[in-house]
């Protein structure tokens, strides 16, 4: 069974840096997208970034991608996102999820446990 496991959240100051990591087990995602997902305290959960499965076509939420990098290394079954310029509106808990297609697609069939990003001074 496909499990997806994330790190790298951390309290950081507005204007600093993290970089989240998506280990992926049990099973390839060569031929398969991964999306990053965030949800703010009391908001809807919302696509931040996609990835297709060789990064031909990457996707970014207008609001993060100037700051914002999705990148993946198939050999060692891991996704990044690496965040700059961090704000306080980038608070949230941050997942990461297999989809079904080679292209971003919305075909989410697994998602990680989420890892807590909290941008504050």
């Known amino acids: 069974q496909l499990q997806l496991v994330e790190s790298g959240g951390d309290l950081v100051q507005p204007g600093g840096s993290l970089r989240l990591s998506c280990v992926f087990s049990?099973?390839?995602?060569?031929?398969?997208?991964v999306a990053w997902f965030r949800q703010a305290p009391g908001k809807e959960r919302v696509r931040v970034a996609c990835?297709?499965?060789?990064?031909?076509?990457?996707y970014y939420l207008d609001s993060v991608k100037d700051r914002f990098a999705l990148s993946r290394d198939n050999a060692k079954d891991t996704a990044y996102l690496q965040m700059n310029s961090l704000n306080p509106e980038d608070t949230a808990v941050y997942y990461c999820?297999?989809?079904?297609?080679?292209?971003?697609?919305?075909?989410?069939?697994?998602w990680g446990r989420g890892t807590r990003v909290t941008v504050s001074s």
């Open positions: 999820a297999a989809e079904a297609t080679y292209y971003c697609s919305g075909s989410l069939r697994e």
């Open positions: 049990g099973d390839g995602l060569d031929y398969y997208a």
């Open positions: 990835i297709s499965g060789s990064e031909d076509t990457v």
